[in-house]
Every structure is written in structure tokens, then in C-alpha cells.
């Protein structure tokens, strides 16, 4: 079978989606009951062990730490030329991965529909978005709210080391925990996560904040943290685990990255990025995007158990679908009552 026709036997195509992988969904993760080794195995080698944004993260937390932030020293006190380049530094990372993606998928068309979710592209001239304009609207929230939250933290965080009033930790003193610490900083925001979100979506909080987010039923990689300010207020504190748990400032800047870039990818519209018919990396979370269609689900990440334990988890199925809006219609109901 040539590679065009194995694409379009691996295609899955229906009147709600573009292309959604096989259903129900069923990705690794650590938290199997009972626990199976090679289930946790092949979670930690799909994340950390293949070409991924969290390994892409590391790696750009390394290049950040080596060449890109002030000299500790000048960070003892709060000046406005080092806050400036951390905040410059963290406008420009997200421009260049948000509107590269964006450029590259929506832009130039460069992949096509190829993995492709939804069948719509992004939203012109609807009044429910800043500007009229979905792509203006989610640039606007994620740069000037946005970032500008993800820079506050990492500026205290960073002002904090240099004066040493948080823990420290390398890999000479600690290999083990500095290792292990990467992929518990993964866990530990997606639990942060979940939490976080399931509070976004108290009625008087999603009125006031998370709606904003959920402007975007269809989204793309600046929809990743268009956000209310209160929003990315509580979602960016998912860092301040550093202020009392001992880290690297390699560990620092991963989660920020994790924070503040990952959702890009997973907000792409895209579930991987391909470069002439050749896939390159996975982008986006089919998972994530049910939340965004059907909204009461999937308040998680797949690989986190939350959602199964308080039955708000949506496999892809029609059946799941029912059950969704079925609770939907209850809690509706009961509120009205």
C-alpha cells in the first residue's frame, strides 16, 4: 500500500469531525487499575522518549537557562531592565511557536486538513470575539494577559532564587530527584489542571472568566492561553510548587513552558504536525478538544485518572455524548429549580 493510500485508510472522517483518532479513546497512562509496568512504560517512553513538546520544552528550558535570562546577580533586585527581558524573552518564544503553528496550519495551509479535528477554520467577523476576529481576539489575551502573568511568576520566582529563599536542587547533589522531578512537574500540572478547571467552571466563575476561553469551540494555537486575567492568575500558580519543593531552574523554566507553550500545541486543531507527508510530532488532544465542544468533560489531560473517577471523562463515542448531555440537561434543570 503506497503512503497516500495508507493515509486515507488511516483517516477517520464523519459529519462532526474532520479526523479523530480510533474510539474510543485509550492513551497511555500511569494510573491503570490494577498497575501495569508495561503501561506506565510506554507512557514514559511516548512522552520523554520520542520527539515531543515536553521533550522540546526541556530542551528549550536548557537553551533559556544557558544563554537567554540575566545574570542571577542583577536579579536580587527588582530592576527594570532584567524584568523587561524576561518579559520580552517570553513575548517572544510565544510569538514565534503560536504564529509559527499558526502561519504554518492556518495560514500558508501548508499541512492541509491533514489530522485536522474539526471541519471549520477560525472565526471572522463574530461580535462575541475582541476585534470581531477569533484569531485577534485570542493574540490579544494571550500576549497582553497572558504572558504578562506566566512573566510575573517566573520574574518572583527568579528574584526569590537569587536571594535564596526558595530550595535548590542539581544533579550532582541529587541526579535521581533531578530526573524524576521532569516528569512529576508534567503530573503535578495536570493535576493542578483539572482542579483549576473544574473551579473555572463553577457557574459564577465561568460567567466571569472562563467564558472568555470557551469563546473558541473551534480552536487554534493562539486559543491555548487566551484567558480572563483572573483565569491566568490561577492557572500560572501552578509554579509556585517551586517556592517550597527543591528544583533546578531548568525545572522551573520546563513548567513555565509547559504552562504557557503546551497549550499551544494542544490547542492547534491539528493531532500531529506534519513536513511533506511525514509526521514530525503529536499537537494536539483530541481529549482536550471534546472539552471544547461538549464543554461539561474532560476537565483533565487523557493521562490523568480525574475525569474517570468523577465521571465527567468522554471516550469520543456517541455514547459518551449522550451521557454528557444528558448530565447537562439535569444539572440545568436542578438549577433552574
Avoid at 515531543?52 to 527588582?78: E, K
Avoid at 489530522?115 to 477554520?121: A, E, S, V, Y
Avoid at 455524548?321 to 444528558?326: A, E, L, N, Q, Y
Wanted: proline share 5%.
Amino acid at each position: 500500500m503506497n503512503q497516500t493510500a495508507a493515509n486515507q485508510k488511516e483517516q477517520l472522517v464523519d459529519k462532526d469531525w474532520n479526523w479523530h483518532p480510533h474510539l474510543p479513546l485509550d492513551k497511555a497512562t500511569p494510573f491503570r487499575w490494577p498497575p501495569s509496568p508495561a503501561g506506565i512504560w510506554r507512557w514514559i517512553s511516548s512522552s520523554w522518549f520520542s520527539l515531543t513538546t515536553l521533550v522540546l520544552w526541556v530542551g528549550l528550558a536548557l537553551v533559556t537557562w544557558s544563554f537567554m535570562l540575566p545574570d542571577l546577580v542583577r536579579m536580587q533586585n527588582f530592576e527594570l531592565g532584567w524584568i523587561l527581558q524576561i518579559h520580552f524573552k517570553n513575548l517572544a518564544v510565544t510569538c514565534l511557536f503560536a504564529g509559527g503553528l499558526h502561519w504554518y496550519l492556518y495560514g500558508k495551509k501548508l499541512q492541509g486538513k491533514k489530522r485536522k479535528f474539526t471541519h471549520r477554520d477560525m472565526a471572522r467577523d463574530k461580535p462575541m470575539f475582541t476585534f470581531s476576529d477569533q484569531v485577534k481576539d485570542n493574540m490579544f489575551w494571550s500576549l497582553a494577559s497572558g504572558v504578562t502573568f506566566w512573566s510575573l511568576y517566573e520574574i518572583v520566582y527568579f528574584w526569590a532564587l537569587a536571594n535564596h529563599y526558595v530550595p535548590f536542587v542539581n544533579f550532582i547533589d541529587n541526579p535521581l530527584w533531578f530526573v524524576v522531578w521532569f516528569p512529576l512537574i508534567s503530573l503535578w500540572s495536570s493535576m493542578h489542571f483539572y482542579w483549576i478547571h473544574r473551579f473555572l467552571h463553577w457557574p459564577p466563575m465561568f460567567k466571569l472568566a472562563h467564558s472568555l476561553h470557551h469563546r473558541n469551540i473551534n480552536v487554534g494555537p493562539w486559543s491555548g492561553i487566551s484567558m480572563h486575567p483572573l483565569e491566568h492568575f490561577l492557572y500560572f500558580n501552578s509554579v509556585v510548587i517551586h517556592f517550597v519543593v527543591a528544583s533546578h531552574p531548568l525545572h522551573v523554566l520546563f513548567h513555565f513552558y509547559l504552562q504557557g507553550l503546551n497549550p499551544i500545541a494542544s490547542h492547534s486543531g491539528f493531532e500531529s504536525l506534519f513536513v511533506k507527508d511525514k509526521r514530525q510530532m503529536a499537537l494536539g488532544d483530541f481529549f482536550h478538544q471534546l472539552h471544547h465542544r461538549y464543554f461539561d468533560c474532560n476537565y483533565g489531560t487523557s493521562e490523568m485518572p480525574w475525569d474517570k473517577w468523577f465521571g465527567s471523562y468522554h471516550d469520543g463515542t456517541d455514547e459518551a455524548t449522550k451521557r454528557i448531555r444528558k448530565t447537562m440537561i439535569d444539572k440545568h434543570r436542578a438549577a433552574r429549580t
